[in-house]
């Protein structure tokens, strides 16, 4: 996990310091709140994929929406990135007008002009999954009260905002690797998790909370990670 956060560590400060998000604190978010979470994730993931990965190129291509209806469109693409295990290209729609965001696999065909780059997409999947830090929304909520516990424990500890950022993530991801559906469990959506917690703002608790705090979360998990802040 270690090489994880020091690979991604620059995208996601670019992310981080381009979308100003706070949010008070809730025991319990509403259906409209979490999609907002989700929300907070991909524009993060849009955010890494235009510094990482950069295209610049018009193309030509068929492209079936999703509700099933194919068009020809050209667009100029911008960069491309990852969200929730699917390769998205971030474009200019010159029919519509507007940026529009083109999930690869409901583009049927692709103009001469532009396929090697389709290619060369292909070649950077083990990179843009490295960058997706989706977590679903319902997944983030069995961690959110733990999480948010444990940055507001590890600020007053002293600890910085990337000590405490990592801690969060390193929390999540044990409680992830305890959990039942373990063998999907990813680094990067423990960061995903740790970028969320960092979106809210924090009331002032104190460590005879831990029981009401700790959710759906592992106990254990976040006694072991309290204990590391010292």
Same mark, same amino acid.
């Given at each position: 996990?270690?090489?994880?956060?020091?690979?991604?560590?620059?995208?996601?400060?670019?992310?981080?310091?381009?979308?100003?998000?706070?949010?008070?604190?809730?025991?319990?978010?509403?259906?409209?709140?979490?999609?907002? !979470?989700? +929300?907070?994730?991909?524009?993060?993931?849009?955010?890494?994929?235009?510094?990482?990965?950069?295209?610049?190129?018009?193309?030509?291509?068929?492209?079936?929406?999703?509700?099933? %209806?194919? #068009?020809?469109?050209?667009?100029?693409?911008?960069?491309?990135?990852?969200?929730?295990?699917?390769?998205?290209?971030?474009?200019?729609?010159?029919?519509?007008?507007?940026?529009?965001?083109?999930?690869?696999?409901? %583009?049927?065909?692709?103009?001469? !002009?532009?396929?090697?780059?389709?290619?060369?997409?292909?070649?950077?999947?083990?990179?843009?999954?490295?960058?997706?830090?989706?977590?679903?929304?319902?997944?983030?909520?069995?961690?959110?009260?733990?999480?948010?516990?444990?940055?507001?424990?590890?600020?007053?500890?002293?600890?910085?905002?990337?000590?405490?950022?990592?801690?969060?993530?390193?929390? %999540?991801?044990?409680?992830?690797?305890?959990?039942?559906?373990?063998?999907?469990?990813?680094?990067?959506?423990?960061?995903?998790? +740790?970028?969320?917690?960092?979106?809210? !703002?924090?009331?002032?608790?104190?460590?005879?909370?831990?029981?009401?705090? #700790?959710?759906? +979360?592992?106990?254990?998990?976040?006694?072991? +990670?309290? !204990?590391?802040?010292?």
């Amino acid at each position: 996990m270690e090489s994880s956060f020091h690979e991604q560590r620059h995208p996601i400060t670019v992310a981080l310091t381009s979308i100003q998000r706070s949010r008070k604190y809730s025991a319990y978010r509403s259906q409209r709140e979490l999609e907002a !979470d989700a +929300a907070l994730i991909y524009e993060v993931q849009r955010t890494i994929g235009r510094f990482l990965f950069p295209i610049g190129r018009p193309a030509l291509i068929d492209y079936r929406d999703f509700g099933g %209806i194919p #068009t020809r469109r050209r667009i100029s693409v911008k960069f491309a990135f990852s969200y929730n295990k699917a390769v998205y290209l971030e474009s200019h729609c010159h029919l519509r007008g507007a940026d529009r965001s083109f999930k690869l696999n409901n %583009i049927e065909w692709v103009g001469a !002009d532009f396929p090697h780059i389709v290619d060369k997409l292909d070649d950077y999947h083990t990179s843009l999954a490295a960058c997706d830090f989706f977590i679903h929304p319902k997944k983030w909520g069995q961690y959110r009260k733990a999480a948010l516990f444990l940055r507001q424990q590890a600020l007053q500890s002293g600890a910085s905002d990337k000590q405490a950022f990592e801690a969060v993530a390193r929390f %999540i991801f044990d409680c992830q690797q305890r959990g039942r559906w373990n063998e999907w469990a990813t680094p990067q959506q423990a960061i995903g998790g +740790a970028l969320l917690a960092g979106s809210f !703002d924090l009331p002032n608790w104190s460590r005879s909370d831990i029981d009401t705090m #700790t959710g759906k +979360a592992s106990k254990m998990a976040l006694m072991n +990670a309290l !204990d590391a802040l010292g």
